[in-house]
């Protein structure tokens, strides 16, 4: 199983959007990492985006390349400030390829948690649309198999 954590691409100031969508340039790049991602072979059964507008605009457009197999949702519980505890025994329980689309610091405390079962680690600086591939290492942790900021790809 893989699992690919995503943050959302870049976003408007809520001055400009309450809502906060996607910028041009964030719904441009989230497109190029679907792509890349696509290129890379990557497939998905299941794509999970966070209920606020810039991390579905995300899934929308990484989508585009990558097409799950069964389905893309929102789901509560990956906005920026919710705990990623609960979310860790949902993602032992997986055993279908699946993709994350939320937020920092969420992702940072969830990636820590995973990866070394401590929510204050940050291992990955992430930048807009930068994802992380991670795969079960037994025993509830998770081994990072890459980490790819968009900087890199373009």
């Not at 890379?40 to 999970?48: A, F, L, S, W, Y």
């Not at 992430?126 to 992380?132: C, D, F, L, Q, S």
């Amino acid at each position: 199983m893989f699992l690919y954590l995503v943050r959302h691409g870049e976003a408007k100031p809520e001055s400009e959007d309450p809502e906060r969508g996607l910028t041009d340039d964030g719904m441009k790049n989230a497109r190029r990492m679907g792509e890349f991602l696509s290129f890379m072979g990557t497939e998905v059964d299941t794509v999970i985006h966070s209920r606020k507008k810039r991390a579905r605009q995300t899934a929308q457009a990484i989508t585009e390349s990558i097409r799950p197999k069964k389905e893309m949702r929102a789901e509560d519980g990956l906005t920026p400030n919710d705990d990623p505890t609960a979310w860790v025994a949902r993602i032992n329980a997986m055993n279908e390829d699946t993709a994350i689309i939320g937020h920092l610091p969420f992702l940072d405390r969830l990636v820590g948690l995973l990866v070394l079962g401590d929510a204050g680690r940050r291992i990955i600086d992430y930048k807009a649309v930068g994802t992380v591939c991670l795969t079960p290492a037994g025993n509830g942790r998770w081994l990072i198999e890459w980490a790819i900021n968009p900087g890199v790809i373009w």
